[in-house]
């Protein structure tokens, strides 16, 4: 069960790096055929996660507030990089609904597969 851990966000984002940095250098082979299935099911999960901390962050970008969240922004802002930072999270989100969908489209496909062991 997730525990829910705000204090420790930047840390659990750092750890979801880290895994998928390690996953990505380890699925260049499948040593073991079957468990592309589990694989793919995981990743679908992970994505849909990660849709969901977009969704947050761009609802949460969208009402953040000065001087509540911020003191302004640089000389290199033009006053509204919370609206487009919510506006670019909403499109990652979108993105990652699309590529959730297709990642359950894979794993549905490979579940009809008799993989050798």
Known sequence: MAVNEDYRQTQIAREV???ARTLAHST???????DSYALL????????HLEQVCRQLSRWHAAAQEPEHFEGEDARGDGTGTATAATELESASAALATASAALMRAHAANGVVRWSE
Do not use: C, I
Request: glycine fraction near 12%.
């Open 17 to 19: 790096e880290q895994s």
């Open 28 to 34: 260049r082979d499948v040593p073991t055929p079957s």
């Open 41 to 48: 099911g995981e990743l679908g999960a992970t994505v849909d």
